[in-house]
């Protein structure tokens, strides 16, 4: 059974930094690709990052670009996203997700950059 546990939200001032954790289990890690989406409160979940499943590429949306890091362990079973800079739009609950198995979703971590 896929699953997929993240860890590492919390409250932070703008300007802080955040390392969130997800630790996949369930299938063979190191086949796929890993994908962080964020919800915010009204919103559709978007995508965050990705990192292919050697971890040779990535790919970021526009709005976190050069503050956020995406990268993996694929002997830990492990995703990682090192957020800094981060803003108060930033705000959200975040998700990651297997590329291959794209309908299995954990329970999130709650993110809230506020001051």
């Known amino acids: 059974q896929v699953r997929v546990v993240e860890s590492g939200g919390g409250l932070v001032q703008p300007g802080g930094s955040l390392r969130l954790s997800c630790a996949a289990s369930?299938?063979?890690?190191?086949?796929?690709?890993m994908r962080w989406y964020r919800q915010a409160p009204g919103k559709e979940r978007e995508l965050v990052a990705q990192?292919?499943?050697?971890?040779?590429?990535?790919y970021y949306a526009d709005s976190v670009k050069g503050r956020f890091t995406i990268s993996r362990d694929n002997s830990e079973n492990t995703v990682y996203l090192q957020m800094n800079s981060l803003k108060p739009e930033d705000t959200a609950v975040y998700y990651c997700?297997?590329?291959?198995?794209?309908?299995?979703w954990g329970q999130g971590t709650q993110v809230t950059v506020s001051s």
């Open positions: 990192i292919t499943y050697t971890g040779g590429s990535t």
């Open positions: 369930g299938f063979i890690f190191s086949n796929s690709a």
């Open positions: 997700n297997a590329a291959l198995f794209p309908g299995s």
